[in-house]
Antibody, heavy 121, light 107 residues
């Protein structure tokens, strides 16, 4: 069974940094693209970033490009999101999701339960 | 970027009703569309991928269809556990984009 567990969220001041982690189990992690999706309180879903199975192709939403960095460590079955220069509008529940295949352009087949990031002074 | 326009934003329906949710893409995406269900306080769950393929384990009362850039999610006979918010997402190209969501409420 696929299991995704996010961690690293919390309360942070504007302009500071935070690193999210996602621990994966129950599947061959290095065969699949991975994604981060966020959901602001009471709002809809927003795709944030994705990385292909081999890490060769990475994509970001315009709203986070240049501030966030996605990475993966296949040896640790882990996905990361380094978030710098955080803004209040980055406040959201951040989900880690497994792609249906190795490409970034695949549906999000499995999701974690999310980690909450709150950006406020 | 590809915009996904989802309608209606909310619908009130009764158990046993047929519910249809629509999503329109701003440009051609072939059949690269997925539908998700999200219940309050829970993570989203994929129902349909490639516009009309049913994800394993999803009840057959859910179905997806398409015509050009218009996509539909149909719940043939609404069950109590189907009251939730539904999102479409295009998976044709980055950035992946979601529709605004449709909340299915109890009438």
């Amino acid at each position: 069974e696929v299991h995704l567990v996010e961690s690293g969220g919390g309360l942070v001041q504007p302009g500071r940094s935070l690193r999210l982690s996602c621990a994966a189990s129950g599947f061959s992690f290095d065969d699949y693209a991975m994604h981060w999706v966020r959901q602001a309180p009471g709002k809809g879903l927003e795709w944030v970033s994705s990385i292909t199975w081999n890490g060769n192709s990475i994509g970001y939403a315009d709203s986070v490009r240049g501030r966030f960095t996605i990475s993966r460590d296949d040896a640790k079955n882990s996905l990361y999101l380094q978030m710098d220069s955080l803004r209040p509008e980055d406040t959201a529940l951040y989900y880690c999701a497994k792609g249906r295949g190795g490409s970034s352009t695949s549906c999000l087949a499995s999701w974690g339960q999310g980690t909450l990031v709150t950006v406020s002074s | 970027d590809i915009q996904m326009t989802q309608s209606p934003s909310s619908v009130s329906a009764s158990v046993g009703d047929r519910v249809i949710i629509t999503c329109r893409a701003s440009q051609g995406i072939s059949t690269w569309l997925a539908w998700y269900q999200q219940k309050p306080g829970k993570a989203p769950k994929v129902l349909i991928y490639s516009a009309s393929s049913l994800q394993s384990g999803v009840p057959s009362r859910f179905s997806g269809n398409y015509s050009g850039t218009d996509f539909t999610l149909t719940i043939s006979s609404l069950q109590p556990e189907d009251f939730a918010t539904y999102y479409c997402q295009q998976t044709n190209s980055l950035p992946l984009t979601f529709g605004g969501g449709t909340k299915v409420e109890i009438k």
